[in-house]
């Protein structure tokens, strides 16, 4: 299982953790926390806390929140596409890098980039541990290790090079899984 930070997960429904934010107290002591919601889309709603008075200042929450310690990095994200077995990675300039909460900013495009052996390692072990084959982890490089912090179980493949034919690959082996033939040969376009 990938090594990383501790992850707590607060919910409404759960009547232990029902949204109670200061339950993070003894957390936000020792490290600042990241707060985002489930359904975020380029850091929108994220807030970083660094303290208990910054935790106090948090608004009572409606819809279940993600909170995880704050990972210090090196100002890209590292954006991963993953096809089966195939990954794939894109550096882009991080949504979140500036002062939480930000206001929503244009996504930049980001640049495809070589993935190295232990960033595609950590990728392809989300995939087995979370059961998925079509999935994009968000990595960011610390001074530590690559370490996962958000994963799309169906991302934009956009960014991705040659994203049709990654995906046409991947449900032309899947497809060929299914029914006990070799997959065709498909070819790439230049």
Not at 84 to 113: A, D, F, H, M, W
Not at 175 to 182: F, K, L, T
């Given at each position: ?128 541990v979370l059961g ?18 958000d994963l799309n ?25 299914m029914v006990g ?10």
């Amino acid at each position: 299982m990938p090594r990383g930070k501790s992850i707590f997960v607060l919910t409404e429904s759960d009547s232990q953790l029902s949204g109670q934010l200061d339950l993070m107290s003894s957390a936000v002591v020792r490290t600042p926390l990241v707060i985002k919601p489930f359904r975020s889309h380029r850091g929108k709603g994220m807030r970083l806390v660094r303290n208990l008075d910054g935790l106090t200042s948090v608004p009572p929450t409606k819809s279940p929140v993600l909170i995880q310690e704050y990972v210090k990095r090196f100002g890209e994200d590292l954006k991963e596409h993953v096809t089966g077995n195939q990954v794939t990675g894109v550096r882009k300039k991080s949504p979140t890098l500036g002062i939480y909460p930000q206001e929503e900013q244009p996504s930049q495009p980001g640049r495809s980039c070589e993935v190295g052996e232990e960033v595609k390692d950590i990728a392809l072990t989300c995939g087995e541990v979370l059961g998925l084959g079509l999935y994009g982890p968000d990595i960011l490089e610390t001074p530590d290790r690559p370490q996962v912090v958000d994963l799309n179980a169906f991302p934009s493949y956009c960014e991705a090079p040659n994203p049709a034919f990654l995906l046409a690959s991947n449900i032309d082996r899947c497809a060929s899984r299914m029914v006990g033939h070799d997959p065709m040969v498909l070819a790439a376009a230049d």
